[in-house]
């Protein structure tokens, strides 16, 4: 017992040791622990050997549990990281704040796709670089919807995806025409829901922020998809989130998933997808209306204020969103594995352009308005959220309600009044209502 | 012919408890044996038993993301360390609440317990605030407090249900033969009570290395633990099952393996103290 | 049995803990307290406070004095009574199959067999796994209802797979926390059984007493004790079950008051109305704790 004691002291006087000894500037980078995040960590030696008196820490973590630490940290001014992954959903937030450091020397900064960078602009002011960019899109089955002697529109209705699902779904040999996620989350079922209503014409709320889930678009859209996901989805759906529908798209289940443009160069990838050859992709679908849902997430690195380390972190940053970084990956990994959606060189690149999800993608962002998400008019901005501080719970607690509809254990006029009542709490609660 | 009898038995009870016990331990197998699938192999129905490529590049990915051994290594201290204070200060409150207990000893032992009732986010602002004022955040000696703390009530209950069956007059006769109360507590109440407290010792280890929640919360790399190296596994973009089994079999297999070890050791010591 | 003199020194002795405790409950709660009268947002901290009482602000605008409101807010929250409700028939139902598999899984365990030492180890085994990671599993590979291995089986033998977090949120957090507690419960018991006296067994047998009388009347009274400490110990944990609910994405259905509370406070970051949140869970884990202790405390002491 004794030694062991000695030796637990002791290698807790190296390890203190081992640290203090280093006199480099160390940054402590807090990511979410996604493939494209994951490739950067192992490309970073590009960097350090350009800049070796700078040391790379990584924090990975999964994306809630990186919301929560991150948002406690930086409200709480802890001053744990010096560089931040987070979303078009933090950044303005935070950035009125003035929690984040505005960034300089973003290479070639009018390079940047507009609507992207539009979503990271603080009174004109860049708060994040992003990293990648995502909306969404349809991704298909080519081999099954071939067979059942239909074709996909490059920009088809709810309606006509619905009827390609019903002809899909042969539920004894466990083929379901359509997945989607519904688990609960605003980041999780609440995305794809938030993107279903814009796409019907449904609003959060209207210009004096009454909450609109007693209006007949949403009706509508919620009655739309709990039906659609009866006849064609998979068991599971109302707790089935981004992962456990990838996992079911790539066994070969489903006939269509329409989600987040990066998850393509998964599905198309031989060694995760079953049928990676047979992959198409559409235009995610509106109702007619030309509104496809307006989905728009760039995960970004943004510099919280209060860094001691603010020249080291603004070179990293400008460094990991820079063209070259984009041409350091294609060169390593290919160009099918460069983060997309941030940049619109990338687009113009013809080896780029040979990757067959390029165009729907850059299509998919480029369609995306998100000052004006529904074709009614709103108060706020955002897409598949909106863009409040509020939103985080509220869309957690609709999305819930949602899920017991889609579940059955709610009826859809139960979960659309619910949802109102919610609504009605939070914005009251917070002042938007008086 | 008795015997012949009572080996039946034995058999039959060989088959029952081993199914049991299979079918109890089977989604830990699961997840071991997935974690040597390959992604597309891990998800793919029917699922396959053994008749799959067994690869160990799971384990490989795992180790080139993440260091194993930082988070292992933090895991242990943290564990460790919090077990060792913690013991430090319950085993004379033990003592005191079994010898010589006052009139509200079991209302303080309730007490106690109740501290652990708070659900962890009630208290998470206040704790980080005071943690970012005397800059113990990310730091190991931080984190062992704060687990020391939260496993105190636990400890002291078990030890004291130990102590409890410690019958009085033994101490009594040492302390009769002119034995300091030091001496009591060393030479003659640990010995007796040193499964107790080596058993109690295995469950705090147990609960100081399970904690997700404080461990997430206070520690971003100095100190993170293994719970931390699991949050990056959990829910990435991606397929992931396989590489999540590798390093969830990674995070429990020390865990496991002191779990084997002390098997004996806890059943014995744990006989010891719930008992009348 | 105790002098003056070791009674003085038993508050010595106890005051490290008591003292240690005391300000790790009454530190972080004393500021709970004063957040939960607080409207305290973490992202938008003064937004509702400068709109609606521009004469209250404190601290550099940051927050404001907001009297009842996050208690009646929390407690009007429909989702409230809900998870009051999830938590309760959590903890019990928990505690129920604890005990009666503890106990049948501890008798099984107290047989003499090949591979005694395996087997118990398999049994105990759950017990050593981390929440987080046991929900995954089950949720990912054992209680999917497409992929899942119960669905699996289900389908082997022609039946429609069940969708457990669908139609059966609840019950799926039980057998998940249930996995995890059972083993608990069969450690402790089991230790208790092994100490039941050599003789008083072999007496038994030579009696020729039934194994149900000899359960009911002498291995039963012996268990109780042990048993006691396994409902408190438990009872402490289940009140703040939350990985299984959080992972499994059940939260709607199954979520208990912890999560509420989570959900309060660092999905909404509303500090203030979390911290009311923990008060009143504080409030009502002490108010079970209280007849808990009223039912079977009486059981230590013997």
Do not use: T
């Given at each position: 017992m004794k030694a062991v004691v000695t030796g637990v002291l002791g290698a807790f006087a190296f390890a203190l040791l081992a640290t203090t000894a280093i006199a480099e500037t160390k940054l402590t980078i807090a990511t979410v622990n996604n493939g494209d995040m994951i490739r950067m960590q192992k490309l970073t030696d590009d960097f350090t050997t350009a800049n070796p008196d700078i040391k790379l820490e990584w924090v990975t973590l999964e994306e809630n549990v990186l919301r929560e630490k991150v948002t406690t940290d930086i409200a709480a001014k802890g001053g744990q990281f010096d560089v931040l992954t987070i979303g078009t959903y933090e950044v303005p937030i935070w950035g009125k704040k003035g929690w984040l450091v505005p960034l300089t020397g973003i290479d070639d900064q009018a390079d940047l796709i507009p609507s992207i960078a539009g979503a990271l602009t603080v009174d004109g002011k860049l708060m994040a670089s992003p990293f990648y960019a995502e909306s969404s899109m349809i991704m298909y089955r080519k081999d099954l919807v071939a067979a059942t002697g239909m074709k996909m529109p490059a920009k088809p209705t709810w309606d006509e995806v619905k009827a390609i699902a019903d002809k899909i779904t042969n539920k004894d040999k466990e083929i379901y025409g359509i997945c989607l996620r519904g688990k609960p989350g605003w980041g999780e079922g609440g995305a794809v829901e938030g993107a279903l209503g814009n796409s019907f014409g449904a609003r959060w709320f209207d210009e004096s922020w009454k909450p609109q889930f007693d209006s007949p678009e949403w009706k509508k859209a919620l009655t739309f998809f709990v039906d659609m996901m009866k006849a064609d989805g998979p068991p599971g759906v109302s707790t089935n989130g981004y992962n456990e529908t990838m996992a079911l798209y790539l066994a070969g289940k489903c006939g269509m998933w329409i989600d987040a443009t990066v998850s393509a160069s998964a599905l198309t990838d031989p060694k995760q997808a079953k049928f990676a050859d047979q992959v198409d992709y559409a235009m995610a679908p509106d109702t007619g209306n030309g509104n496809h849902g307006n989905w728009l997430w760039a995960w970004s690195l943004a510099i919280p204020a209060g860094t001691q380390k603010n020249d080291a972190a603004q070179k990293f940053v400008s460094w990991a969103t820079s063209k070259h970084y984009t041409e350091l990956v294609a060169a390593k990994e290919g160009w099918a594995n460069v983060p997309p959606g941030t940049r619109t060189s990338l687009y113009a690149n013809p080896e780029y352009a040979k990757v067959a999800f390029a165009k729907p993608t850059l299509d998919a962002i480029l369609s995306v308005n998100s000052a004006q998400p529904s074709s009614q008019k709103t108060p706020y901005s955002g897409g598949q959220y909106v863009a409040i501080p509020e939103f985080a719970d509220l869309g957690t607690t609709v999305s819930q309600i949602f899920a017991a509809a889609l579940s059955g254990e709610k009826t859809v006029d139960q979960a659309l009044a619910e949802s109102q009542d919610a609504a009605t709490r939070v914005m009251t609660k917070a002042g938007y209502i008086k | 012919m008795a015997r012949k009898v009572s080996t039946n038995k034995k058999l039959i009870i060989t088959v029952l408890a081993w199914a049991i016990g299979l079918l109890i331990f089977f989604p830990i197998f699961w997840t071991i044996l997935t974690s040597f699938k390959t992604e597309r192999e891990a998800i793919l129905?029917?699922?396959?038993?053994?008749n799959f490529e067994w690869t160990t590049e799971n384990y490989g990915i795992v180790q080139e993301r993440s260091d194993y051994l930082r988070f292992a290594l933090n895991s242990i201290y943290l564990a460790l360390g919090s077990t060792f204070f913690a013991l430090l200060i319950a085993i004379p409150s033990a003592w005191a609440m079994a010898?010589?207990?006052?009139?509200?000893t079991k209302d303080l032992l309730m007490w106690m317990l109740s501290t652990k009732m708070m659900p962890p986010v009630g208290a998470l602002i206040p704790i980080y605030l005071i943690f970012r004022d005397f800059h113990l955040l990310d730091t190991r000696f931080g984190i062992i407090t704060v687990l020391m703390l939260l496993n105190l009530p636990i400890i002291i209950w078990m030890l004291y249900t130990y102590f409890k069956e410690i019958p009085g007059e033994i101490l009594e006769a040492s302390r009769m033969d002119g034995a300091s109360l030091v001496k009591e507590l060393v030479y003659v109440l640990t010995p007796m009570a040193l499964p107790g407290i080596a058993s109690t010792l295995l469950l705090n280890i147990i609960l100081a290395w399970n904690e997700a929640f404080w461990t997430l919360a206070l520690t971003t790399k100095d100190a993170a633990p293994l719970t931390q190296f699991i949050a990056s596994y959990s829910a990435p973009e991606g397929l992931f099952w396989a590489k999540l089994s590798a390093a969830s079999t990674m995070a429990i297999a020390p865990i496991l393996v002191l779990g084997w070890f002390a098997q004996k050791q806890l059943v014995r010591g744990l006989t010891f103290g719930a008992v009348k | 049995m105790a002098t003056q003199q070791t009674r003085t020194l038993g508050r010595f002795a106890v005051a490290p803990s008591v003292i240690s405790l005391f300000l790790w409950m009454i530190v972080p709660l004393a500021m709970t307290i004063y957040f939960s009268f607080l409207r305290y947002n973490l992202l938008d901290p003064n937004y509702a406070c400068s709109l609606m009482h521009p004469d209250q602000l404190l601290d550099g605008a940051n927050r404001c004095l907001a009297g009842f409101t996050n208690y009646t807010y929390f407690m009007t929250d429909p989702a409230f009574f809900k998870a009051m409700g999830n938590s309760l028939k959590l903890v019990a139902w928990v505690l129920a199959i604890s005990v009666v598999f503890g106990t049948l899984l501890a008798l099984l365990l107290d047989q003499a067999f090949y591979g005694q030492a395996v087997v118990r180890l398999l049994m105990i085994a759950p017990f050593l796994v981390m929440p987080t990671v046991s929900a995954l599993v089950w949720k990912n590979m054992m209680l999917n209802p497409v992929s899942g291995m119960i669905a699996y089986l289900f389908k082997s033998v022609g039946l429609q797979p069940i969708d457990w977090f669908a139609h059966y949120p609840l019950a799926a957090v039980i057998l998940m926390v249930s996995w995890q507690w059972v083993p608990f419960a069969t450690l402790i018991l089991l230790t208790s059984l092994q100490s039941l006296d050599g003789e008083q067994k072999e007496a038994a047998e030579m009696d020729g007493t039934p194994p149900l009388s000899y359960f009911w009347y002498i291995v039963l009274p012996h268990l109780i004790r042990p048993m006691t400490v396994v409902i408190l110990i438990e009872t402490i944990f289940l009140l703040n079950v939350f990985a299984e609910i959080y992972v499994s994405g059940t939260a709607g259905t199954a979520g208990n008051l912890p999560f509420l509370v989570y959900q309060y406070g660092l999905i909404a970051n509303d500090i203030g109305g979390a911290s009311a949140g923990g008060i009143i869970a504080v409030i009502l884990a002490n108010i079970v704790a209280f007849f808990l202790m009223r039912m079977i405390g009486k059981n230590l002491d013997a």
């Open positions: - | 129905l029917p699922p396959k038993f053994f010898f010589a207990p006052g009139k509200r | -």
